[in-house]
């Protein structure tokens, strides 16, 4: 399964992440992976490009009102088994392993992560594939990021590619 944070106009650092993105949502198409879309509410939608390459593919789309995406996701993904039979490709229990993208990796995707984690299903964090812009006075959003992404190699069933 592959799960995609906040790729919205709104986050600029979703377009530095799109080429890679997209890359990854063509290998799930070709793979006849599960593919889900996060879309931080008020926001706006995720962006065309993605929207675009997932076109004549079925796809479910989670809309999420905090940083934390993780408990909408499987609130979503409970939904949607519970309503169809066990072979759907979107039923919890038949997911083996999740991939996650998207922005921004110091606040969404760290926190959706974390969530996921609980599973207990094998997360893969597409490090190429995410980007930050948030930043402090302290803190770049380059530093950001890859200070989330070395956190996130330390949580069981984690692992950052």
Known sequence: MLIIIDMQKEFSASEQ???????EIKKAR???????IVQYEGDGTTMY?????????????VTKSTDDGGGDII??????????????TYNLSRVKSIKVCGVNTSACVIKTVKTLSYLRIPI??????????IS?????????????????????????V
């Open 17 to 23: 992440a799109l080429p890679s993105v997209i890359k």
């Open 30 to 36: 070709r793979n006849k992976e599960p593919v889900v």
């Open 49 to 61: 490009r993605v929207t675009r390459e997932l076109k004549g593919y079925k796809y479910l789309v």
């Open 75 to 88: 609130k979503a993904l409970s939904a949607v088994s519970n309503n169809l039979n066990s072979s759907n």
């Open 124 to 133: 893969k964090v597409l490090s190429s594939a995410c980007n930050n812009d």
């Open 136 to 160: 402090d006075s302290t803190h770049t959003p380059r530093q950001h990021h890859l200070s989330s992404l070395r956190r996130m190699k330390t949580w069981k069933n984690v692992e950052v």
